[in-house]
């Protein structure tokens, strides 16, 4: 079946500038995870959807990050007065139910503020 | 914030040794998750270990978990070239039902054909 899917795969923008990153979770999947990866390190926790709800959303850095998932299945993550240091790889990730379940991560958004 | 620290760093070996990562962590968890990653991007599921549970196997991976030492470790037996790549450790805490991930800053793994 179909695995996680993001896109676009890699996403250059100037300082300032709005992005948006979509994620397609697999199907019947009800927990959407949002993480950042910089070069050299563990990916890091952003936010954490159960359902269309955001249930954990600690892991947003500020006010700049938002994330949407609507209708329980797609899920966007907008970034807003784009920095350099928000350069990074975007990683998505669902799983069945949450706890106890491991994550199916997509192969991520390569972001690229100049 | 990372909660898993995995050791060592950085592993080389040659084809057909066995390979054995180590991995810490400060507090109680609900399970613990081995992932890879190849060239920096999407990240494999590995194995899952439960807190209650002490070892797991799964084709040539081996893991297990110490929940009074707060560490586990991964253990590829046979390794081969093509199990070059970044490994990283991963936790679920204890507390209610959230499942983010915590992930260590990974071991890179070099096999040599």
């Known amino acids: 079946g179909a695995g996680v899917s993001q896109t676009p795969s890699n996403k250059v923008t100037e300082k300032g500038k709005y992005v948006e990153l979509r994620c397609d979770p697999i199907?019947?999947?009800?927990?959407l995870y949002w993480y950042r990866q910089s070069l050299g390190q563990g990916p890091e926790f952003l936010i954490y959807f159960q359902g269309t709800g955001a249930a954990d959303d600690s892991g947003l850095p500020n006010d700049r990050f938002f994330a949407v998932r609507p209708e329980g299945s797609v899920s966007t993550l907008k970034i807003q007065r784009t920095e350099r240091g928000d350069s990074a790889v975007y990683l998505c990730?669902?799983?069945?139910?949450?706890?106890?379940?491991?994550?199916?991560f997509g192969p991520g958004t390569r972001l690229t503020v100049t | 914030s990372q909660q898993g620290e995995e050791d060592p760093q950085a592993l080389s070996i040659q084809e057909g040794e066995n390979a054995t990562m180590n991995c810490s962590y400060k507090?109680?968890?609900?399970?613990l998750q081995w992932y890879r990653q190849n060239s920096g991007r999407g990240l494999v599921h590995l194995i899952l270990i439960r807190s209650n549970e002490r070892e797991k196997h799964s084709g040539r991976l081996r893991v297990t978990l110490d929940t009074s030492k707060k560490s586990s470790s991964l253990l590829i037996t046979a390794s081969r070239a093509a199990d070059t790549a970044s490994y990283f450790c991963?936790?679920?805490?204890?507390?209610?039902?959230?499942?983010?991930?915590?992930f260590g800053k990974g071991i890179t793994l070099s096999v040599r054909p």
């Open positions: 991963a936790t679920v805490g204890q507390a209610g039902a959230n499942s983010k991930l915590t």
């Open positions: 990730a669902s799983s069945l139910n949450g706890v106890g379940y491991e994550q199916y």
């Open positions: 199907s019947g999947h009800t927990a």
């Open positions: 507090t109680s968890i609900n399970n």
